[in-house]
C-alpha cells in the first residue's frame, strides 16, 4: 500500500517550504490558525503557484456549489468540507447543494 502525506500551507513561505520539500498533495488551508478568520482568497492566491503536477486540496471555507466551480476554475483537484457540513441545520441536504 503506498500513502501520500498531504502537506497544509496558508501562506506563500509555507508553500514554497512545501514545494521544497518535494510534497505533491498540497492543502490551502483558508482558515487562519491565529486568528480563526476564514478567507477563500488564500486558495485563490495560492493556486497561482501550486505547480499543475501537484493534488491542491482546498480546505475550509466552503460554503455553496459556485465557490466549488470557482476554485476548480483556479485549479482546485479535491476539497476538504467539514464545518459547513457540521454546523449545517440539514448535512444531508448542505452536501446535495455542493454536489
Known amino acids: ?10 501562506d506563500e513561505r509555507e508553500l514554497d517550504e512545501a514545494l ?3 510534497a505533491q498533495i498540497i492543502g ?3 482558515r487562519n490558525l491565529k486568528t480563526f478568520d476564514v478567507d477563500l482568497n488564500t486558495s485563490f492566491r ?4 501550486i505547480p499543475n503536477d501537484r493534488i ?3 480546505e475550509s471555507g ?4 459556485s465557490e466549488i466551480h470557482e ?3 483556479a485549479g482546485a483537484d479535491a476539497f476538504l468540507i467539514g464545518e459547513s457540513l457540521i454546523t449545517s441545520s440539514d448535512p444531508e441536504a448542505m452536501l ?3 454536489l
Open 1 to 10: 500500500m503506498k500513502l501520500d502525506a498531504l502537506v497544509e500551507v496558508h
Open 20 to 22: 521544497e520539500a518535494g
Open 28 to 30: 490551502v488551508n483558508n
Open 46 to 49: 495560492l493556486s497561482e503557484r
Open 56 to 58: 491542491f486540496v482546498v
Open 62 to 65: 466552503i460554503r455553496g456549489r
Open 71 to 73: 476554485l476548480l476554475d
Open 96 to 98: 446535495r447543494g455542493l
